[in-house]
């Protein structure tokens, strides 16, 4: 164990009307062939390259259903590639996927049932071998929303403060528009060789598609601004800063150009984007309600002291209000030493955080085995009721 709070966040909420019925431990394994899946009660299955599990239900005429497959353990060893089959009461195929999960998970979303009787889920390997845990939803889609997807798009702006036109992307949740509500969301930063494509590389809005689809989570957005030049170099400066862009364009762009809820907002960010979060998030606690550093690269010497989450911590006033505290990494990562400077600087200081340890390096398949720990945390305490209409 190391410092810290050592703890897993798990939320199971409402979203979009979502019918949640039990969802809870998964089943235990079977080894062959399948058996009967209920709605709301994830079971875990096992495949090897040849085999084929078949799941049965029972449905009604006029369900829309919600169906996932996922690696289970997610940092397993191998490499499982999941596929998805679903058959009417007749056997006739009307839905399949191989992809629209994270990386190599299959997701089906908001299918549309046309008649009663027991339907069959086929989940495939695609020729590899593995465990998967598989979980059924009921989806109650609000008026005039035809598909629980979401959407992501990719926009540009000529920023003054760091002198060159940057990028970023805003995935919205699904039926944004239709439910007319104010949404929140999480500025996720990227890592210090890539770009605003790096959480959507990896599979994040995926994962809220999964786990909004399936009632895990609320529906959220993201924003993945590109960070250039600035957010590279050790500037820290009133006018000259990544920090700034951040606060004074960024942010005001995308809230006054989404249905996107101000009070109601966290960052997180990937190795250097991990540092990026807790310096902004350190310097300006009242604007966040959660920070989060995937594998964040902490330095003692490349941020004056002023900026510099690692000696900013020692001069927190932190109260029961202030934003929620996360930071992961893997056991091998490169960076560890470093990752570990701000635990005990955080409980000198007193201020309660969740640090988690985990299999794995400083690398794509690490960050994106922990998607859903991310999501779990951004969005606790995030519930559908208590969002606000999108006025204006």
């Not at 009307?17 to 009660?41: K, M, N, R, T």
Request: with cysteine; hydrophobic share 40%; glycine share 10%.
């Amino acid at each position: 164990m190391l410092l810290g709070q050592i703890h897993k966040f798990f939320m199971i909420v409402g979203v979009l009307s979502i019918i949640v019925i039990g969802f809870g431990q998964p089943h235990s394994i079977h080894a062959d062939s399948g058996g009967v899946i209920s709605f709301g009660e994830p079971i875990e299955g096992d495949l090897t390259p040849t085999e084929k599990d078949t799941w049965t239900f029972w449905a009604e005429a006029d369900q829309s259903i919600a169906i996932a497959a996922e690696r289970s353990p997610v940092d397993q060893e191998g490499d499982l590639n999941l596929a998805l089959e679903l058959y009417d009461p007749a056997n006739v195929l009307i839905a399949s996927d191989d992809n629209s999960g994270r990386r190599s998970d299959a997701a089906l979303f908001g299918v549309h049932l046309s008649q009663s009787g027991l339907y069959a889920i086929r989940v495939l390997s695609n020729g590899t071998s593995g465990t998967y845990r598989l979980t059924l939803a009921e989806v109650d889609l609000p008026e005039g929303c035809q598909t629980p997807a979401g959407a992501m798009a990719r926009y540009q702006w000529q920023s003054v403060i760091a002198g060159e036109a940057l990028a970023y992307r805003v995935y919205m949740p699904p039926c944004y528009e239709a439910t007319g509500l104010r949404y929140p969301y999480i500025i996720l930063m990227h890592g210090s060789i890539s770009t605003d494509s790096h959480w959507d590389e990896i599979g994040m809005d995926e994962a809220v598609a999964v786990g909004v689809a399936l009632g895990r989570i609320p529906p959220i957005a993201l924003v993945m601004p590109y960070g250039g030049e600035i957010a590279n170099m050790n500037i820290f400066s009133d006018t000259y800063s990544y920090e700034n862009a951040i606060l004074r364009e960024i942010i005001p762009i995308v809230e006054n150009s989404f249905c996107l809820d101000g009070t109601r907002r966290a960052i997180g960010g990937i190795s250097r984007g991990g540092f990026w979060a807790y310096e902004i998030g350190f310097r300006h606690p009242d604007l966040f309600d959660a920070i989060g550093g995937h594998s964040p690269v902490f330095d003692l010497t490349h941020a004056p002291p002023a900026y510099n989450p690692l000696m900013v911590v020692e001069t927190l006033d932190w109260t029961e209000d202030s934003p929620r505290l996360y930071i992961d990494r893997g056991e091998d990562d490169y960076w560890r030493d470093n990752i570990d400077l701000m635990a005990p600087r955080l409980e000198a200081a007193g201020i309660p955080f969740t640090f988690d340890l985990n299999q794995g390096e400083h690398s794509e398949a690490y960050w994106t085995a922990h998607l859903n720990d991310y999501l779990d945390f951004y969005t606790a305490g995030w519930q559908l009721e208590d969002y606000q209409p999108c006025q204006g």
